[in-house]
Nanobody
Framework: QVQLVESGGGFVQAGGSLRLSCAAS????????MAWFRQAPGKERECVAA????????YYAGSVKGRVTISRDNTKNTVYLQMNSLKPEDTAVYYC????????????????????WGQGTQVTVSS
């Protein structure tokens, strides 16, 4: 069973950048598809970005495409979310998620696809 710990959230002005990190432990990191989700108050949890086990394929939500980059370092058991040109509507709790998956090329984008979740990190963007 894998444990996930997010870091890097904080308070930033609109137009600024943040880099979130998610450190995994307790499992074979390279066997997990990974993703970042976010949940704003009163809204459903949504997938922001996802990445395959190999890191070769990614998915981005339309609302963040062009501003966000997901990446992973399988040697450091860490997945990252680089967020640029942040907007107030990006304000949310950001969660890291992992799922053990056989296929190295499958991107998972739904909450029900993921078995393991971090505790979340708050991102607040002021206007």
């Amino acid at each position: 069973q894998v444990q996930l710990v997010e870091s890097g959230g904080g308070f930033v002005q609109a137009g600024g950048s943040l880099r979130l990190s998610c450190a995994a432990s307790g499992g074979t990191f390279s066997s997990y598809a990974m993703a970042w989700f976010r949940q704003a108050p009163g809204k459903e949890r949504e997938c922001v970005a996802a990445i395959t086990r190999s890191g070769r394929s990614t998915y981005y939500a339309g609302s963040v495409k062009g501003r966000v980059t997901i990446s992973r370092d399988n040697t450091k058991n860490t997945v990252y979310l680089q967020m640029n040109s942040l907007k107030p509507e990006d304000t949310a709790v950001y969660y890291c998620a992992a799922d053990s998956i056989i296929s190295p090329s499958l991107v998972l984008t739904t909450t029900t696809a993921y078995d393991y979740w971090g505790q979340g990190t708050q991102v607040t963007v002021s206007s």
